[in-house]
């Protein structure tokens, strides 16, 4: 069963930076992505960076250059590093978990979430 935990959301000041974490237990047999995704209040889920089974990663253009998505060499803990912080950035970020890769951005493909974590950027 897959399970999700983040954290290391907080508060910074703009233009700071934050790096989250999420632990992962296992992820979906075969090819899979796992991703970041964000809500603000009123405003829709948004899909962050996504990295697929094989690696490669996908980005929101909102975030390129300043946010990178990795996971540590054992594959068991997914990172968000956040650099150039921006009140706009302000949210509820989630990790989430599906099999396959295609449609990274597509919160509703994603079987597998996390609590989130709270980032806030004043």
């Known amino acids: 069963h897959v399970q999700l935990v983040e954290s290391g959301g907080g508060s910074v000041q703009a233009g700071g930076s934050l790096t989250l974490s999420c632990v992962v237990s296992?992820?979906?047999?075969?090819?899979?992505?796992v991703a970041w995704f964000r809500q603000a209040p009123g405003k829709e889920r948004e899909g962050v960076a996504g990295i697929e089974s094989d690696g490669s990663t996908s980005y929101a253009d909102s975030v390129k250059g300043r946010f990178t998505i990795s996971q540590d060499s054992a594959k068991n803990i997914l990172y968000l590093q956040m650099h150039s912080l921006k009140p706009g950035d302000t949210a509820m970020y989630y990790c989430?978990?599906?099999?396959?890769?295609?449609?990274?951005?597509?919160?509703?493909?994603?079987?597998?979430w996390g609590q989130g974590t709270q980032v806030t950027v004043s």
């Open positions: 296992s992820y979906p047999y075969g090819r899979y992505c």
């Open positions: 989430a978990a599906k099999k396959d890769g295609a449609n990274w951005s597509r919160g509703d493909d994603y079987n597998y």
